[in-house]
C-alpha cells in the first residue's frame, strides 16, 4: 500500500516559476526520498533528507522535513520545461530492511513555455 | 554496468501465459529490488534480495508471482497464468546495502497482459 499522499496531484506553472510540492507519510522514517520520473521511463533519484535534517539543498531543488507533522515539501526554483514529469516521495521506514522504500501516489507537474 | 538494466522493455502476453522478466543491477550493488507500479500510481514494493537471499516477499501480490537471484546479481521476475490485473509497469532497482543511500532504479519492463 503507498506511504501516505503528495499534493497537489497535478500542477501546471509557467518557465521561471517555482513549483512547490507536498508530502505527507505515515510511519517513522529512517530517511526521505524524492524522485522524478519522465513519462514512460525509470524513476531518478534527486535528493535524499535523513531524518535527522530538516532542510537540504541540491542545485535548483529545495527539500524540508517536519517530522513531528511528518511531512515534507520539494520545491523547485525557476522551473524549466525539462522539468516536467511526475514527482514522487519515498520512505525508507525506520523498521523495513534495507532500503525498502514505500512511495507516494505522486504529483504531476507541467511546466509550459 | 552503467546502470540497471532491464529486459524487455515491453511485453504483451495472453491471459493464462507465463512471462518472465530480466534485471541486471549495477555491479557490486549488494541489494536488489522490485516495485510494480500501475497506471498513475506510484511504484509499490514486491520483494527484496540482498545478495542471493531474498529477505522479503511481502508485497508479492499472489503465488503466481516468483523471484529469484541464484548467483547474486541477475534477477528474474517471474509470473505466472497471468491475468489482466498484473498489467502494469514492473521496475527493479539496486543499491549498496548501508543505510541512507538512494535507489538506482532501470527503465522498467511494461506489462500488457491482453
Not at chain 2, 509470473?79 to 527493479?92: G, H, M, N
Request: aromatic share 8%; hydrophobic share 30%; glycine share 10%.
Amino acid at each position: 500500500s503507498q506511504q501516505g499522499e503528495e499534493d497537489p496531484q497535478a500542477l501546471s506553472i509557467q518557465e521561471g516559476e517555482n513549483a512547490t510540492m507536498n508530502c505527507s507519510y505515515k510511519t517513522s522514517i529512517n530517511n526521505l526520498q524524492w524522485y522524478r520520473q519522465n513519462s514512460g521511463r525509470g524513476l531518478v533519484h534527486l535528493i535524499l533528507i535523513r531524518s535527522n535534517e530538516r532542510e537540504k539543498h541540491s542545485g535548483r531543488l529545495r527539500v524540508t522535513l517536519d517530522t513531528s507533522k511528518k511531512s515534507s515539501s520539494l520545491l523547485i526554483t525557476a522551473s524549466r520545461a525539462a522539468d516536467t514529469a511526475s514527482y514522487f516521495c519515498a520512505t525508507d521506514d525506520r523498521w523495513g530492511g534495507g532500503n525498502k522504500l514505500t512511495f507516494g501516489t505522486g504529483t504531476q507537474l507541467k511546466v509550459e513555455l | 554496468g552503467a546502470g540497471v538494466s532491464q529486459s524487455p522493455r515491453y511485453k504483451v502476453a495472453k491471459r493464462g501465459q507465463d512471462v518472465a522478466l530480466r534485471c541486471d543491477p549495477i555491479s557490486g550493488h549488494v541489494s536488489l529490488f522490485w516495485y510494480q507500479q500501475a497506471l498513475g500510481q506510484g511504484p509499490e514494493f514486491l520483494t527484496y534480495f540482498q545478495n542471493e537471499a531474498q529477505l522479503d516477499k511481502s508485497g508479492l501480490p499472489s503465488d503466481r508471482f516468483f523471484a529469484e537471484r541464484p548467483e547474486g546479481s541477475v534477477s528474474t521476475l517471474k509470473i505466472q497464468r497471468t491475468q489482466q490485473e498484473d498489467s502494469a509497469v514492473y521496475l527493479c532497482a539496486s543499491s549498496t546495502p548501508t543505510g541512507n543511500t538512494e535507489a538506482f532504479f532501470g527503465q522498467g519492463t511494461r506489462l500488457t497482459v491482453v
